[in-house]
């Protein structure tokens, strides 16, 4: 069964903290993988997007991996703002771009 | 418990044809998103329904769209004239929306729809 499960469920942080989150992933045949950023009350806004050939990708203070032999990538944020509180989603693609399973999310919360 | 359900799973329709998908939430959740997923494309924001409060409608791409919910239950997004662009997976998210705080969605397995 194709899933996408994330860790941590929740996390809080201080500002000014690094954080990395989780994402583990069954979906097969793999295509691609995305991270979303959704602030309460918005739609997703997508962060990176990585195929099989890539391994790492950044945007800003996001950085991105994976590993799609382990079938695991993470989210790493740097310097953490208070306007990083929201839910990251992990949303992996099948080789037909036709499928996307969505993880559950994660909340980060930043705290002065 | 139950997760978030969508219906129908599959819909095939004619250009020009109005259709409504249902959406039913986890029970207790009173934020409910709808986003529009074409082939190969990432999410795609449509409306959000947070409790008894106005919906925030920014995301709809035309007047043919529409979504009612009533309460914090089943919500309804109709598409009226429908055309061989709206062809898509329609997904459905809901959460608990504690106030102050981000949340975690849970999705619906989503409705495809294709308009031939």
């Known amino acids: 069964k194709n899933q996408v499960e994330q860790s941590p469920q929740s996390l809080i942080i201080l500002e000014g903290k690094n954080c990395t989150l989780q994402c583990n992933y069954t979906v097969s045949p793999f295509s691609n993988l995305r991270w979303y950023k959704q602030d309460t009350g918005r739609g997703p806004v997508s962060l990176t997007i990585?195929?099989?050939?890539?391994n790492t990708k950044s945007n800003g203070r996001y950085t991105a991996t994976l590993d799609a032999d382990t079938k695991q990538s993470s989210l790493h944020i740097t310097a953490s703002q208070l306007s990083d509180s929201a839910s990251y989603i992990c949303?992996?693609?099948?080789?037909?771009?036709?499928?996307?399973?969505f993880g559950p999310g994660t909340r980060l919360s930043v705290l002065p | 418990g139950a997760g978030v359900s969508q219906s129908p799973s599959n819909k095939v329709t004619e250009k020009g044809k109005d259709v409504e998908l249902r959406c039913d939430p986890i029970s207790g959740h009173t934020a409910l998103y709808w986003y529009r997923q074409r082939l190969g494309q990432g999410l795609e924001f449509l409306i959000y329904f947070q409790g008894n409060s106005a919906p925030d409608k920014s995301g709809l791409p035309s007047d043919r769209f529409s979504a009612e919910r009533t309460g914090e239950s089943v919500s309804t997004l109709t598409i009226q004239r429908t055309q061989q662009e709206d062809s898509a997976v329609y997904l459905c998210a809901s959460s608990l929306a504690e106030a102050g705080g981000p949340e975690t969605q849970y999705f619906g397995p989503g409705t495809r729809l294709l308009v031939l």
């Open positions: 990585m195929t099989f050939s890539e």
């Open positions: 949303v992996v693609g099948d080789n037909y771009g036709q499928n996307f399973v």
